[in-house]
């Protein structure tokens, strides 16, 4: 997976020396998020420092941190990882059809909304939250192929929904995959995450019932002296060569042009969700040597094994004294690369998971891979067939949960994510 | 629970303005961080920035922040409460005893303090952790009651470590109870944390086995204003009554003085853990005047029902205009008052838990409670009884795991946790 991750982190240190000097000492904790904040600002998303009017002192770094609800796009695609994440699928209730769907996606709209700016609690609030600025929270909204159905709404689903291919090395749990909606929440507080998932759940009421949930994490703001990009369980640079935002085809790649089909979907996404269990035991067993063969990198800096350092374009055709490649032939670098799969790109921007310990003391862990990207059929699908076939890592993971949602672009002032589907 | 949990956090902003020209700007991040430890310190333990050598650029901040494994006492139980959280138990394998376990002791207490000072990876890590600071890490063990008949050592083991009494409120789950081994990992970092429970799980080796596991977190430092009491799952301010390291009586109240018996647990502590599921959907139905009623305290500003702030001593014989008591009876900030419970006391120093939904939508959440005291039956016991024979906060919450272990006072350089009971 070394190269199947999101690099959301930026290239250059973007805080300025000026932005200390608004703050107090004790705030200056944000430094890292304010500069992170500098990537999806690049990409349609201000992160700026807030001072709600209602905290009577300046909130200011890691809490005071905030991503816009409304926008081209939603937040959580190319907003800078998170600390903690929480993914959750919902099936609409029984009974429950387009009219209760729309009014659960404004319900829903309205809470991100308002959570994400910090806002002050409402007297209902479980308070869970309070005194915690909205810490870089996102909310992001997905509908799955079943929700077309359920609200008579099968002329508007999109082709790109159909389901994924099988692949050979799947283990998938149904009760885990897919669902009529999906909710992806991050924040770099785990009680703000918490908080915006009971939410969210209390407002779906009685039109929507959690199907699936799942926990996760990635690296805290500031515990790398520098930005850098993120590592994996198995310990490995992961999210190398993602695309950027500031790359010419960034948003031809991820996002469905304005003027796209179908129309309802324009400025939209469509998301991969795998849970990737890491076979850590095995992994672990292994020399570093042979872990570094399986990816085609250096474990401690992420360069190619063809030299260099991270960023280093890899000589796939670089032979050993023996003749034989240096890279070997079913390397994950080699066989995850855009260039070795039509010009296949997603934006990788997963979580870190662990569930603790099976019985025989087997960590439930891994990665719950997220991608983004403008069609599965030239993102996803034909990254993960090759490296179904031949790809050195797949004996080390089992993917165990599947699921794709059309994400839809970001809600205007007033209006509510996925609008133009069920007012359309 | 309001008053049954931890405040580590720091009284006021220690942090100098000085401390921060020492540390590049994207290096700021832990300014809260080095704050808090300055109450570490103030208890024994040092809080500092690093440069380690293996770094090329100086980390500092939230993951340069580190404690110290050697001295008077074991880390993490001072130490301010960081992000994320493990729990292990381990249960010694069948053949394996005594020597066995000092050995084991001996590997534990060695990858601890490599870890904790942020040292650099061995070539036999996993690299997890690779690039991030100790980002406050803290590993602290304990030996349980089943550990001693194991080791033939029932000689030294301390009465103190006598089984709990069963409460009413306990529908406890033995396989995730007690243990021969207890170890408490905590760090600012959630890979940090991960790669610390990895490297102790192989250092077990084939003498000892995972009994269970927990996972558990609290506020990202900085994600508030200023350092501030914690909440819980249920909203509430948790820990205002929390013994302070500054005061006179709090390491006659935590830890078992020098010539405590057994010599071998001097500056030792007896903690107990406890899985507590909190019934939220129990709860969030509750008005919030209900809640407060519940807890004796404003959910807002953790006040006593009786007025003034979170630090004001609540009245607790003021009468309301019907001639019912301000705080009810029943409520928990009274029960589990020092002063009615015979001055015993507690240093609470929990992690929320969340373990995702049960099947009908319920949220597998709540508290790892872990709460520290020179003995027991002075501290958690008598409060615990009061608190199952009346508190109001009971039938929202549910006892479902319970450890007792005694964790021995600091090692030496050059010694490891639990010489002096496995040597002596």
């Known amino acids: 997976m070394a190269d199947?991750?999101?690099?959301?982190?930026?290239?250059?240190?973007?805080?300025?020396?000026?932005?200390?000097?608004?703050r107090r000492l004790i705030g200056t904790a944000g430094a890292t998020g304010v500069a992170l904040g500098a990537v999806g600002a690049g990409a349609g998303y201000a992160v700026a420092s807030s001072?709600?009017?209602?905290?009577?002192?300046?909130?200011?770094?890691?809490?005071?941190?905030?991503?816009?609800?409304?926008?081209?796009?939603?937040?959580?695609?190319?907003?800078?990882?998170?600390?903690?994440?929480?993914?959750v699928a919902f099936d609409l209730a029984a009974g429950a059809g387009r009219k209760e769907a729309a009014a659960l996606l404004r319900r829903w709209s309205a809470t991100a909304e308002r959570l994400m700016a910090g806002e002050a609690p409402t007297s209902e609030d479980t308070d869970v939250a309070r005194d915690a600025g909205p810490s870089s929270l996102t909310v992001t909204f997905g509908f799955g192929h079943s929700f077309f159905s359920r609200t008579g709404l099968t002329k508007q689903r999109p082709a790109a929904l159909d389901p994924l291919p099988d692949f050979f090395s799947d283990h998938l749990d149904k009760a885990r995959s897919n669902g009529d909606l999906w909710v992806q929440i991050g924040a770099n507080d785990s009680l703000v995450a918490f908080h915006a998932l009971r939410a969210l759940q209390k407002d779906a009421g009685g039109a929507a019932k959690v199907r699936w949930q799942m926990n996760g994490f990635?690296?805290?703001?500031?515990?790398?002296?520098?930005?850098?990009?993120?590592?994996?369980?198995?310990?490995?640079?992961d999210g190398t060569n993602n695309p950027k935002p500031a790359e010419s085809d960034f948003?031809?790649?991820?996002?469905?042009?304005?003027?796209?089909?179908?129309?309802?979907?324009?400025?939209?996404?469509y998301v991969v969700v795998r849970r990737i269990r890491m076979l850590l035991d095995d992994w672990e067993k292994q020399s570093k040597a042979a872990q570094e063969d399986v990816i085609g990198r250096k474990k401690s800096t992420g360069a190619p094994l063809t030299g260099g350092d991270e960023t280093t374009e890899p000589d796939l055709e670089k032979t050993d004294a023996n003749g034989d490649l240096v890279v070997p032939i079913n390397a994950h670098a080699r066989i995850s690369r855009?260039?070795?799969?039509?010009?296949?790109?997603?934006?990788?921007?997963?979580?870190?998971?662990?569930?603790?310990?099976?019985?025989?003391?087997?960590?439930?862990?891994?990665?719950?891979?997220?991608?983004?990207?403008?069609?599965?059929?030239?993102?996803?699908?034909?990254?993960?067939?090759?490296?179904?076939?031949?790809?050195?890592?797949?004996?080390?993971?089992?993917?165990?949960?599947?699921?794709?949602?059309?994400?839809?672009?970001?809600?205007?002032?007033?209006?509510?994510?996925?609008?133009?589907l069920l007012e359309g």
Chains 1, 2 share one sequence.
């Open 338 to 420: 855009p260039d070795q799969n039509g010009g296949a790109a997603m934006l990788r921007r997963p979580f870190s998971f662990h569930d603790g310990f099976d019985a025989d003391g087997t960590p439930d862990a891994g990665l719950l891979f997220v991608c983004w990207q403008a069609d599965p059929l030239r993102g996803f699908v034909p990254v993960q067939r090759k490296l179904d076939r031949g790809d050195a890592l797949s004996q080390f993971i089992r993917h165990e949960a599947s699921g794709l949602f059309a994400v839809p672009g970001g809600a205007q002032k007033g209006g509510y994510v996925g609008q133009e």
């Open 218 to 237: 990635n690296r805290s703001p500031g515990a790398t002296a520098q930005p850098m990009t993120a590592r994996n369980l198995m310990g490995q640079i």
């Open 4 to 22: 199947t991750q999101s690099r959301t982190a930026p290239e250059t240190d973007s805080a300025t020396p000026g932005g200390i000097t608004r």
């Open 51 to 87: 001072n709600s009017p209602e905290q009577s002192t300046a909130l200011a770094s890691l809490g005071a941190d905030k991503a816009m609800f409304h926008g081209k796009h939603q937040p959580g695609i190319t907003t800078p990882m998170q600390a903690r994440g929480h993914l």
């Open 251 to 269: 948003d031809k790649r991820i996002f469905v042009p304005a003027s796209g089909s179908p129309a309802w979907m324009a400025n939209g996404s």
